[in-house]
């Protein structure tokens, strides 16, 4: 899998993880389109893996004050899952923030999500909590 970056909206690599984005997050599990495209993509990082240079997963980044970041809108297209593409993803995000001197590095995972989250080194930080319909809780990335 190759991984791309981009910053901000005006590139072909932001296209490609809101088509992903739009397909898990809008049409696969019913978010209301204003709460997953909450105007602040502009502000962020986007991450896509691509297979046979198709897009088949992707996260944006939020750099978070304090030298921390935040990962969210994880996502990979359904008839891609269980290849191991979203793990290669974080992976590449957690290793290219460590090689910024990234401090602190979180993510708010569905509850469904908190195993495979694990499997990276995350561990839970919060309690449970509501976001667009979805359980969710904070982690933070412990190392592994």
């Known amino acids: 899998m190759e991984c791309r970056m981009a910053w901000g909206k005006l590139n072909p690599c932001y296209q490609d993880a809101l088509a992903i984005r739009k397909d898990v997050f809008i049409n696969e ?13 502009e502000d962020k990082m986007h991450y896509v893996g691509y297979v046979d240079d198709k897009p088949v997963t992707t996260a944006r980044i939020d750099m978070l004050g304090g030298n921390r970041v935040k990962i969210g809108r994880v996502a990979t297209v359904a ?29 708010d995972a569905q509850v469904t999500a908190l195993d495979f989250y694990r499997q990276l080194g995350f561990e839970v ?11 969710h809780r904070t982690m933070a990335y412990q190392g592994k």
Do not use: C, M, W
Not at 125 to 132: D, G, N, Q, V, Y
């Open 29 to 41: 599990q019913g978010i209301d389109p204003k709460d997953e495209l909450d105007g602040t993509d």
């Open 79 to 107: 008839d891609e899952r269980q290849h191991g593409y979203a793990g290669e993803l974080l992976k590449q995000i957690i290793g290219d923030a460590q090689r910024s001197d990234v401090a602190h590095i979180e993510l």
């Open 125 to 135: 930080i919060s309690e449970p909590f509501t976001e667009a319909g979805i359980q």
